[in-house]
């Protein structure tokens, strides 16, 4: 098949194949790195802490420089560079014989994420017209929330059959289909020429001139941005302490596996109605719904912690944790769109692994400001105090209405 022959709607279902093989390839990442150690490599507790810390460094840390060098090289041939990595590390992982072994293959791991997400950002851009777009990202999301409530039954399944380290064959499976696929996905697609000089005083300059440039994005990207980021840390705060929380109002670790996939049933059911009913409506709309919902169900969740705790039962945290999951997924829907159709394209890369590396700062924060809220106020106060930053993001995102409607389309 020739690749200029690809209609736009049959590469719109070849990215759209890719992205979910990576989603679940992530997925399946992150379920074994933190049960492998335990249950094959003996770790201990701060061995695992010290794994999951390399796993996210890389997107905290070096990502912004990354995105200097994204936004002057081909994303094509970086994104085929990150899933080969992403598959040759996995083989690599699955079979490391100590912890100090499979620690740093999780953090070469980390550095090849961050290579393939940012580098498929700007891939989407020039991929998907920005008429798709809301459609392309409602049902990659509707796919993506099935693999995260379908991936730890499926690892469990095949624990049966292999050791659990070796699950990661299945990681490795899905990101070498991506890079079969990659190669047929570029074809046809025309890709701006940049400037490939990549000396160090020279990304060192244009690192500052991108952060200088953030002042001048477009007023509902930055916007959208900082609303991202406010989530982040107010899930961040919260969710780490969620199961403890849930233990001692008595519940078990069941309870806590149905609010979990209530918050995906969420997500699902958000997309879903994105790509049904709302596929014609702009991201603004999509972002502000989204924070609407998402800040009634934790505003909800902190009255009821707070004042009649009486009243917190099965119903209720599968009720709200649905809210939850529900608001979060359209929001996060319209973000996407946001940064795809805001952001200058010379500058994608740059702000995309930005934010990545900003909002990583908030969820790594966040646990430790909500462990010494429960140390210090007592257990309800993370929500409180989630509670009080999900409403200043509602009044925030009302308040803005009138500037991001000029802005966003």
Same mark, same amino acid.
């Given at each position: 098949?020739?690749?200029?022959?690809?209609?736009?709607?049959?590469?719109?279902?070849?990215?759209?194949?890719?992205?979910?093989?990576?989603?679940?390839?992530?997925?399946?990442?992150i379920?074994?790195?933190?049960?492998?150690?335990s249950?094959?490599?003996?770790?201990?507790?701060?061995?695992?802490?010290?794994?999951?810390?390399?796993?996210?460094?890389?997107?905290?840390?070096?990502?912004?420089?990354?995105?200097? &060098?994204? !936004?002057?090289?081909?994303?094509? /041939?970086?994104?085929?560079w %990150?899933?080969? *990595?992403? +598959?040759? #590390?996995?083989? @690599?992982?699955?079979?490391?014989?100590?912890?100090?072994?499979?620690?740093?293959?999780?953090?070469?791991k980390?550095?090849?994420?961050?290579?393939?997400?940012?580098?498929?950002?700007?891939?989407?851009?020039?991929?998907?017209?920005?008429?798709?777009?809301?459609?392309?990202?409602?049902?990659?999301?509707?796919?993506?929330?099935?693999?995260?409530?379908?991936?730890?039954?499926?690892?469990?399944?095949?624990?049966?059959?292999?050791?659990?380290?070796?699950?990661?064959?299945?990681?490795?499976?899905?990101?070498?289909?991506?890079?079969?696929m990659?190669?047929?996905?570029f074809?046809g697609v025309?890709?701006?020429?940049?400037?490939? &000089?990549? !000396?160090?005083?020279?990304?060192? /300059?244009?690192?500052?001139? %991108?952060?200088? *440039?953030? +002042?001048? #994005?477009?007023? @509902?990207?930055?916007i959208?941005?900082?609303?991202?980021?406010?989530?982040?840390?107010?899930?961040?705060?919260?969710?780490?302490?969620?199961?403890?929380?849930?233990?001692?109002?008595?519940?078990?670790?069941?309870?806590?596996?149905?609010?979990?996939?209530?918050t995906?049933?969420?997500?699902?059911?958000?997309?879903?109605?994105?790509?049904?009913?709302?596929?014609?409506?702009?991201?603004?709309?999509l972002?502000?719904?989204?924070?609407?919902?998402?800040?009634?169900?934790?505003?909800?969740?902190?009255?009821?912690?707070?004042?009649?705790?009486?009243?917190?039962?099965k119903?209720?945290?599968?009720?709200?944790w649905?809210?939850?999951?529900?608001?979060?997924?359209?929001?996060?829907?319209?973000?996407?769109?946001?940064?795809?159709?805001?952001?200058?394209?010379?500058?994608?890369?740059?702000?995309?692994?930005?934010?990545?590396?900003?909002?990583?700062?908030?969820?790594?924060?966040?646990?430790?400001?909500?462990?010494?809220?429960?140390?210090?106020?007592?257990?309800?106060?993370?929500?409180?105090?989630?509670?009080?930053?999900?409403?200043?993001?509602?009044?925030?995102?009302l308040?803005?209405?009138?500037s991001?409607?000029?802005?966003?389309?």
């Amino acid at each position: 098949m020739n690749g200029e022959n690809i209609s736009s709607k049959n590469r719109y279902w070849l990215l759209f194949i890719i992205q979910t093989l990576a989603g679940f390839a992530s997925w399946i990442d992150i379920f074994l790195i933190f049960s492998v150690p335990s249950f094959v490599l003996k770790s201990t507790p701060a061995d695992i802490a010290v794994v999951a810390a390399l796993y996210g460094i890389p997107s905290l840390i070096i990502g912004p420089i990354f995105g200097v &060098i994204l !936004d002057r090289s081909d994303p094509r /041939k970086l994104m085929l560079w %990150g899933a080969i *990595s992403r +598959s040759l #590390l996995t083989v @690599g992982i699955a079979f490391a014989p100590s912890i100090e072994v499979f620690a740093a293959l999780v953090f070469a791991k980390g550095l090849a994420n961050m290579i393939y997400w940012p580098s498929s950002s700007i891939v989407t851009n020039q991929t998907i017209d920005q008429e798709s777009r809301i459609s392309y990202f409602s049902i990659l999301s509707v796919s993506d929330q099935l693999t995260k409530i379908g991936t730890p039954m499926l690892a469990g399944l095949l624990a049966f059959i292999v050791p659990s380290n070796y699950i990661f064959l299945a990681s490795a499976v899905a990101t070498t289909i991506c890079t079969i696929m990659l190669p047929l996905l570029f074809k046809g697609v025309d890709f701006p020429v940049k400037s490939d &000089i990549r !000396d160090v005083r020279s990304i060192f /300059k244009n690192l500052v001139d %991108g952060f200088q *440039s953030f +002042s001048s #994005l477009p007023h @509902g990207l930055l916007i959208s941005i900082a609303m991202s980021i406010g989530i982040s840390l107010t899930l961040a705060i919260y969710d780490p302490h969620l199961a403890s929380f849930i233990s001692s109002k008595g519940f078990d670790a069941a309870m806590f596996s149905i609010i979990v996939s209530s918050t995906g049933a969420g997500a699902v059911a958000a997309a879903m109605i994105v790509r049904i009913f709302f596929k014609n409506k702009n991201a603004n709309f999509l972002l502000r719904s989204g924070v609407i919902f998402f800040s009634m169900a934790v505003i909800a969740v902190a009255l009821i912690v707070s004042l009649t705790p009486q009243h917190l039962g099965k119903a209720s945290l599968i009720l709200l944790w649905f809210l939850n999951g529900f608001g979060y997924e359209l929001f996060a829907i319209g973000a996407s769109v946001n940064m795809q159709n805001l952001c200058p394209q010379n500058l994608l890369g740059r702000v995309s692994t930005s934010v990545r590396s900003i909002s990583t700062t908030a969820v790594v924060i966040g646990p430790s400001l909500g462990a010494w809220l429960i140390s210090n106020a007592g257990r309800e106060f993370p929500f409180i105090v989630s509670a009080i930053l999900a409403l200043s993001l509602t009044i925030f995102s009302l308040f803005m209405k009138s500037s991001t409607s000029r802005s966003i389309t």
